[in-house]
């Protein structure tokens, strides 16, 4: 909750009545007097000092935290648009609130964001619209499907904002071929496990990293062994993050493409050439226009572009313009992200980014996004929020009617098993008869994974023993 108001100043646990001096700090006591509990807050800025106080015959952590959501708002004169919340996946939540023990009622769950967590009204209609989109897919699964991830944690260089797992090329290039050869491995165990079970991949989703630092032979290799080893049948999307334009080029999009890519991403972030500089991009916004030519000339009708509230350097116009600039370009999903700027991140945070000042920036740059966006004919079908965001924001992927990815609505929903491959790869294992959802997790890094491989497919061999617990 602290981090909501104060995310750049570092969290302490400290014991009363010790009180730093000069800095941000808050307490909360809870205390029994006679048959009730009293919960005292005190929070301070480093000049002002709030105090606030409650009882009741038995205080809940809801209660505590809403009385210091309270007081933090007095104390700082802000009002976070997404309330109390502090989850990742807001709109799950809303769909839970919605579901009651006989009907479904997205006023319920609309009442509970507005009265319990304090949501705004627009990021509510936002909420609401995102939901929309995605109650048919949702709906429409079964207990036999799944998604398909596989992981490329490599990137032809390291973006200062970067906080993924992810490996520069000229320090584990070497490390490719070989671990290639085991994701290969693990994608044939992985696929005759699923055979077994009776499940097939609906989506599959090739994500980094980088993809396309990979070679064209590399790439069509990689996808050979997937096609070989599933059944596609019921496939209906098969994603590539093509993502840094200078990674792109005519021969891979084409094997792309024959193989049986139906979407791909081209993510600028930006595309102020000053910008980019200062995320260390090695690409200019003329390698973007290149990049989209050369995806439409191989036949892609389905681009997503990512775009990023509050990179340094950039300001409203200039953000404006990167919006106009990837819808020209013809990309028909366009994901805004609210820059999160994680410990493992190069950039250090300037006074400007962590000030009110650039939270309200951010706050302007996301409005006109869901204004220009809606006018343009996008609808947002996927959402979530992470720690630490500029203005305590979100993410949000938008799409044209009919090119939303469901990939995107099943991972981040949680409604659907997510099966997934390679080095940082986190599976999700979802009883398709209950709300239960069992983590398995890959090896971090790409060295991690090749040395201890072995161990890797004894951890997928526990999804057959999950499902067998199904059923």
Not at 303 to 330: M, R, T, W
Not at 352 to 364: I, M, T, V
Request: overall charge negative; charged content about 20%; proline content about 5%.
């Amino acid at each position: 909750m602290c981090r909501l108001f104060f995310p750049y100043s570092p969290v302490q646990v400290i014991s009363l009545p010790e009180q730093p001096e000069g800095e941000p700090w808050a307490w909360v006591a809870v205390s029994q007097q006679n048959n009730f509990e009293a919960c005292q807050v005190r929070a301070s800025d480093g000049q002002t000092v709030e105090t606030a106080a409650c009882q009741a015959l038995n205080l809940c952590e809801y209660d505590v935290t809403r009385l210091l959501f309270q007081t933090l708002c007095k104390l700082t004169g802000l009002q976070p648009a997404w309330g109390m919340l502090t989850g990742v996946h807001p709109i799950k939540l809303l769909r839970m609130c919605c579901q009651g023990p006989k009907d479904f009622s997205l006023q319920r769950g609309l009442d509970t964001l507005r009265f319990k967590w304090s949501v705004s009204e627009a990021k509510m209609d936002l909420a609401k619209r995102t939901l929309s989109a995605q109650l048919e897919p949702v709906s429409a699964l079964t207990p036999r499907d799944f998604c398909l991830y596989v992981s490329i944690p490599f990137c032809p260089t390291r973006c200062s904002y970067c906080s993924f797992v992810s490996q520069d090329i000229q320090r584990a290039g070497a490390l490719i071929p070989q671990y290639l050869e085991l994701l290969s491995v693990e994608l044939s165990h992985v696929g005759s496990l699923a055979k077994q079970l009776g499940l097939s991949p609906i989506s599959i989703y090739i994500g980094g990293g980088t993809p396309t630092t990979l070679s064209a032979e590399q790439l069509r290799s990689l996808c050979s062994v997937i096609s070989q080893h599933f059944d596609l049948s019921r496939c209906a999307e098969f994603t590539v993050e093509a993502g840094r334009p200078d990674t792109i080029t005519k021969e891979k999009l084409d094997t792309l493409s024959k193989v049986g890519v139906t979407r791909i991403s081209i993510n600028p972030q930006s595309l102020s050439d000053q910008v980019l500089k200062n995320i260390g991009r090695m690409h200019n916004a003329a390698d973007v226009q290149k990049a989209f030519d050369l995806a439409h000339t191989a036949g892609f009708t389905n681009i997503n572009a990512d775009l990023i509230v509050g990179l340094p350097g950039d300001d409203y116009e200039g953000f404006c313009k990167s919006l106009d600039g990837v819808y020209q370009l013809g990309a028909n999903n366009i994901t805004v992200h609210s820059l999160a700027l994680k410990r493992s991140a190069e950039i250090v945070v300037n006074q400007e980014l962590s000030s009110h000042k650039g939270s309200a920036l951010a706050a302007q740059m996301v409005d006109h996004s869901i204004h220009q966006l809606s006018s343009w004919g996008f609808e947002p079908y996927y959402l979530y929020r992470q720690t630490r965001m500029a203005g305590n924001l979100e993410n949000t992927g938008w799409a044209l009617p009919g090119t939303a990815c469901r990939y995107n609505i099943y991972t981040m929903d949680e409604s659907l098993t997510v099966i997934a491959c390679g080095a940082g790869a986190i599976s999700k294992i979802k009883d398709p008869f209950s709300d239960a959802l069992t983590r398995s997790f890959n090896f971090k890094y790409p060295y991690e994974y090749i040395s201890r491989f072995g161990e890797i497919l004894e951890r997928k061999d526990g999804i057959k023993e999950l499902y067998e617990q199904f059923c």
